[in-house]
Every structure is written in structure tokens, then in C-alpha cells.
């Protein structure tokens, strides 16, 4: 068995409505469609992560749901400062159609959660035998920019990347990662990192050094529990 890690961007004409809504403002960071139920033939269910500056970008998100015309009706789910759930119904026949279409006709598993970021890309895991998963990337639109970032052979005990961080660290790293803390020289600091996040220098560091120690595991092949 086999699995491979997608990253598709999409052209602004094909991206669904609040997937665009996250590439034209700053507020909102990413979204993660955590579990979602196609058994319904009118309709879709799902559930999201929605993570960013929700003090800033809530109101601004919970508007474009509600002029989004697929969108029949959706119940939110504060967690904290920094990201809240939303639960979705939408029509079956429309943008949410696609990820339905996208594993039609075969056994290919998507391994949740689906990450979408504002730079128009979606990010996802599939399980499945070699034909299936190379026939998959084969039939993918051509309009539609993919790139394969992972393929090897599914290990049970291997963390996806998606889900090795806790939505925090991948965001503190997410955020270091764009400030350029990574660049040589550092473009950011840890304390402007935290400013920006809302926590406290020391939390950020923490967040980072756990972020980076999974990471690390995972590419040696030898997860860790932190």
C-alpha cells in the first residue's frame, strides 16, 4: 500500500468561494477540512478548522459563508483567540461536488485533514495501491498546477506532516516560516514571532522547538511523542 502527499493550486475561477475568500485577505491563515460525510446525494457535510487572527477575520469569514451561494447552512464552534470550527451544510451538486468526483471509481483513501492555504493550494494525503494513486495524478485537470511533495509506502505508525503538529505549532511555524526565521540571515526574531501570534516569547520558543523536533523525527523515519 501505498500514499502520496498532493499539493494542488488552484486558478481563482476554480477555487471554491471561501477559498478564495482566504487568498484575498490576511486575517484568516488556513483552513482544515477536518472530517466531511458525501452520503447524502442533495448535499455535503464538513467540518473545518478555520485558524488565524479571528478577532480581525471572523466576522469578515462568517459573512463570505453566508453570501456563498452553495452554502445552505453552517453552525460555528469558538475554540479560542486564534481559530474556531465551523460545521457546513452545502449543495452536493456544486464546488463541493468536486472532492466527491476527485475519488470516483476507485479505493483511494484522502487521510484527513485537507489543508487549505491562502496562496490558492490545497494540500492532502491519499492512501492506495501504485495504479491507483499514479492514474489519479495522471486524470487531475490540466488547468490545475499539482505537484507530488511525498510518495513512499504507507507506514501505520508514520504521522502524516498535516497532522504530526498540533494546529498551535503549525501555526507559530507557518507564521516563522513567512517572517523569514528560517532565511540566513533571520528576516524575524521569536519575540516578533509571538507579538504577531499573542502569546509570550517563551511559548513561541517552545512551540518552535517542538515543531522542529517532530519535523526532524519524521524525515529520520522515528516519530516522536512530544
Not at 112 to 127: C, S, T
Amino acid at each position: 500500500m501505498r500514499y502520496l502527499q498532493l499539493q494542488i493550486h488552484f486558478p481563482s475561477e476554480a477555487r471554491h468561494p471561501m477559498h478564495q475568500f482566504l487568498v484575498e485577505q490576511d486575517s484568516i491563515r488556513r483552513a482544515y477540512l477536518r472530517h466531511w460525510n458525501f452520503s447524502n446525494p442533495e448535499y455535503v457535510t464538513t467540518l473545518l478548522h478555520i485558524v488565524g487572527d479571528i478577532e480581525e477575520g471572523k466576522e469578515e469569514y462568517l459573512a463570505a459563508l453566508d453570501t456563498a451561494e452553495s452554502i445552505q447552512e453552517y453552525d460555528v464552534t469558538p475554540v479560542d483567540n486564534r481559530s474556531f470550527y465551523v460545521y457546513i451544510r452545502e449543495n452536493a451538486q456544486k464546488f463541493a461536488s468536486r472532492l466527491r468526483a476527485l475519488l470516483t471509481d476507485t479505493e483511494l483513501l484522502i487521510v484527513p485533514p485537507i489543508e487549505y492555504g491562502n496562496d490558492g493550494e490545497m494540500l492532502f494525503e491519499v492512501v492506495g495501491d501504485q495504479n491507483s494513486l499514479q492514474g489519479l495524478v495522471t486524470n487531475l485537470p490540466d488547468h490545475l498546477s499539482v505537484s507530488v511533495n511525498r510518495l513512499g509506502e504507507y507506514d501505520a505508525y508514520r504521522e502524516s506532516q498535516a497532522s504530526a503538529l498540533t494546529d498551535r505549532q503549525k501555526e507559530v511555524l507557518d507564521i516563522a516560516r513567512e517572517r523569514g526565521y528560517y532565511e540566513i540571515p533571520r528576516q524575524t526574531s521569536v519575540r516578533e514571532i509571538a507579538d504577531e501570534v499573542g502569546c509570550s516569547k517563551s511559548t513561541a520558543a517552545d512551540h518552535l522547538r517542538k515543531a522542529e523536533a517532530r519535523l526532524v523525527s519524521l524525515s529520520a523515519g522515528h516519530p516522536t511523542v512530544l
